[in-house]
Protein backbone atom coordinates (compact mmCIF):
# COMPACT_ATOMS: atom_id res chain seq x y z
CA UNK A 1 0.00 0.00 0.00
CA UNK A 2 1.54 3.76 -1.25
CA UNK A 3 0.03 6.73 -0.01
CA UNK A 4 0.78 10.41 -0.94
CA UNK A 5 0.56 13.13 1.27
CA UNK A 6 0.25 16.47 0.23
CA UNK A 7 0.61 19.92 1.93
CA UNK A 8 1.65 23.62 1.64
CA UNK A 9 -1.83 24.61 -0.45
CA UNK A 10 -3.63 27.85 0.72
CA UNK A 11 -4.78 31.12 0.03
CA UNK A 12 -1.72 34.08 -1.19
CA UNK A 13 -2.21 37.34 -3.21
CA UNK A 14 -1.11 37.41 -6.79
CA UNK A 15 2.60 37.44 -6.89
CA UNK A 16 3.07 35.69 -3.87
CA UNK A 17 4.66 32.28 -3.21
CA UNK A 18 4.07 29.03 -1.73
CA UNK A 19 5.46 25.65 -1.39
CA UNK A 20 3.32 22.29 -2.14
CA UNK A 21 5.20 19.53 -0.47
CA UNK A 22 4.23 15.82 -1.34
CA UNK A 23 5.64 12.39 0.62
CA UNK A 24 5.36 8.94 -0.28
CA UNK A 25 5.03 6.00 2.27
CA UNK A 26 4.46 2.63 1.86
CA UNK A 27 5.66 -0.30 0.14
CA UNK A 28 7.70 1.55 -2.07
CA UNK A 29 10.20 -0.22 -4.08
CA UNK A 30 10.85 1.93 -7.30
CA UNK A 31 9.88 5.48 -8.41
CA UNK A 32 10.23 6.36 -12.29
CA UNK A 33 8.64 9.88 -11.56
CA UNK A 34 6.89 11.92 -9.39
CA UNK A 35 5.20 15.39 -10.54
CA UNK A 36 2.07 17.72 -9.85
CA UNK A 37 -1.01 18.11 -12.12
CA UNK A 38 -3.73 20.47 -11.40
CA UNK A 39 -7.42 21.05 -12.12
CA UNK A 40 -9.82 22.97 -11.98
CA UNK A 41 -13.86 22.93 -12.11
CA UNK A 42 -15.16 21.63 -15.54
CA UNK A 43 -11.55 21.47 -16.57
CA UNK A 44 -9.54 18.43 -17.22
CA UNK A 45 -6.52 17.73 -15.25
CA UNK A 46 -3.07 19.13 -16.76
CA UNK A 47 0.49 18.44 -15.79
CA UNK A 48 2.25 21.01 -14.11
CA UNK A 49 5.76 19.77 -13.58
CA UNK A 50 7.47 16.55 -13.75
CA UNK A 51 10.41 14.74 -12.26
CA UNK A 52 11.74 11.88 -13.04
CA UNK A 53 14.49 8.96 -11.32
CA UNK A 54 17.23 10.40 -13.29
CA UNK A 55 16.37 14.32 -12.75
CA UNK A 56 15.24 15.19 -15.70
CA UNK A 57 12.76 18.14 -14.60
CA UNK A 58 9.61 19.07 -17.15
CA UNK A 59 7.25 21.87 -16.80
CA UNK A 60 4.00 23.12 -18.56
CA UNK A 61 4.66 26.49 -20.23
CA UNK A 62 2.62 28.60 -18.40
CA UNK A 63 4.49 27.78 -15.10
CA UNK A 64 8.18 27.85 -16.39
CA UNK A 65 10.68 30.60 -15.07
CA UNK A 66 7.85 30.71 -11.84
CA UNK A 67 7.62 27.17 -10.00
CA UNK A 68 10.69 24.52 -9.62
CA UNK A 69 10.32 21.28 -8.69
CA UNK A 70 12.66 19.63 -6.35
CA UNK A 71 12.90 16.41 -4.17
CA UNK A 72 14.26 14.75 -1.41
CA UNK A 73 15.23 11.19 -2.62
CA UNK A 74 15.61 9.23 0.80
CA UNK A 75 12.56 10.97 1.82
CA UNK A 76 10.61 9.75 -1.36
CA UNK A 77 9.13 13.69 -1.56
CA UNK A 78 9.04 16.19 -3.89
CA UNK A 79 8.46 19.83 -3.67
CA UNK A 80 6.94 22.41 -5.78
CA UNK A 81 8.27 26.18 -5.18
CA UNK A 82 5.44 28.54 -6.62
CA UNK A 83 6.41 31.57 -7.10
CA UNK A 84 5.12 35.32 -9.21
CA UNK A 85 1.27 33.33 -8.89
CA UNK A 86 -1.45 34.02 -10.84
CA UNK A 87 -5.14 33.95 -10.68
CA UNK A 88 -5.15 31.81 -13.23
CA UNK A 89 -2.43 29.68 -11.44
CA UNK A 90 -5.45 28.67 -8.74
CA UNK A 91 -6.67 25.20 -8.77
CA UNK A 92 -6.47 21.93 -6.79
CA UNK A 93 -2.79 20.62 -7.08
CA UNK A 94 -2.42 16.89 -7.37
CA UNK A 95 0.62 14.71 -6.78
CA UNK A 96 1.34 11.86 -9.39
CA UNK A 97 4.09 9.24 -8.40
CA UNK A 98 4.60 6.62 -11.00
CA UNK A 99 6.31 3.42 -9.52
CA UNK A 100 5.94 0.07 -8.04
CA UNK A 101 4.92 0.26 -12.07
CA UNK A 102 2.03 1.47 -10.87
CA UNK A 103 0.28 4.78 -10.67
CA UNK A 104 -0.56 6.81 -7.47
CA UNK A 105 -2.30 10.43 -6.67
CA UNK A 106 -2.53 11.96 -3.89
CA UNK A 107 -5.84 13.93 -2.21
CA UNK A 108 -5.29 16.92 -3.64
CA UNK A 109 -4.74 20.62 -2.02
CA UNK A 110 -6.22 23.81 -2.73
CA UNK A 111 -4.36 26.77 -4.18
CA UNK A 112 -6.26 29.76 -4.29
CA UNK A 113 -4.70 32.74 -5.92
CA UNK A 114 -6.95 36.50 -5.24
CA UNK A 115 -5.95 38.92 -7.47
Known amino acids: QVQLVESGGGLVQAGGSLRLSCAAS????????MGWYRQTSGKQRELVAT???????NYVGSVKGRFTISRDVAKNTVFLQMNSLKPEDTAVYYC?????????WGQGTQVTVSS
Open 26 to 33: GSIFSINA
Open 96 to 104: RMQGNYLDY
Open 51 to 57: ITRGGIT
